[in-house]
T-cell receptor, first 109, second 113 residues
Framework: GQNIDQPTEMTATEGAIVQINCTYQ??????LFWYQQHAGEAPTFLSY??LDGLEEKGRFSSFLSRSKGYSYLLLKELQMKDSASYLC??????????WGAGTKLIIKP | IAGITQAPTSQILAAGRRMTLRCTQD?????MYWYRQDLGLGLRLIHY???????GKGEVPDGYSVSRANTDDFPLTLASAVPSQTSVYFC????????????FGPGTRLTVL
């Protein structure tokens, strides 16, 4: 079966750095997405990785290792507004997205 | 309209009733999707449409139907609602297929009693 694993919840301190991991087992691979979802709102796109390595976008970076079936989202200089759920999604061999359950990130002052 | 809209925002429905959730996008995206999101579970694809006039079944299609008469609209119908269909429903669209960036509507919170 296809599976995406993320931690259910993480806590971090304002101004710090946090890494959210995602491991996946899918039939084929057609890209990995990270979306951010604030409570009661819709998911919004954060990043896309299709090749191995690190993609940096401001305070957020996303890493991919296809051979390990592993990705992480790195958030630097955490702000209170970063409190949200972070969803990992992988494109499978049928070009459909398989979604993880999301990681709820709690930022404390 | 800017982006993708859904209606209603929320709805309480008696079991057995028919309900249509509306979704409209003005981005001229080819593909559209319906997801449900339940606590502790990831987004689950109900139905999708890669282009106007075509639809396909996702992971959890039973009890739901869709149509795609034109590019902009993608309504989701519950023919006879059951309590297990209580969920938050998100419509999304993308220019290409599912592995293009998807843009989500604000969601419809549906409660079936």
């Amino acid at each position: 079966g296809q599976n995406i694993d993320q931690p259910t919840e993480m806590t971090a301190t304002e101004g710090a750095i946090v890494q959210i991991n995602c491991t996946y087992q899918t039939s084929g691979f057609n890209g990995l997405f990270w979306y951010q979802q604030h409570a009661g709102e819709a998911p919004t796109f954060l990043s896309y990785n299709v090749l191995d390595g690190l993609e940096e976008k401001g305070r957020f970076s996303s890493f991919l290792s296809r051979s390990k079936g592993y990705s992480y989202l790195l958030l630097k200089e955490l702000q209170m507004k970063d409190s949200a759920s972070y969803l990992c999604a992988v494109g499978d061999s049928n070009y459909q997205l398989i979604w993880g359950a999301g990681t709820k990130l709690i930022i404390k002052p | 309209i800017a982006g993708i809209t859904q209606a209603p925002t929320s709805q309480i429905l008696a079991a057995g009733r028919r309900m249509t959730l509306r979704c409209t996008q003005d981005m001229r995206h080819n593909a559209m999707y319906w997801y449900r999101q339940d606590l502790g579970l990831g987004l689950r694809l109900i139905h999708y449409s890669n282009t106007a006039g075509t639809t396909g079944k996702g992971e959890v299609p039973d009890g739901y139907s869709v149509s795609r008469a034109n590019t902009d609209d993608f309504p989701l119908t519950l023919a006879s609602a059951v309590p297990s269909q209580t969920s938050v429903y998100f419509c999304a669209s993308s220019y290409g297929g599912a592995t293009d960036t998807q843009y989500f509507g604000p969601g419809t919170r549906l409660t079936v009693l």
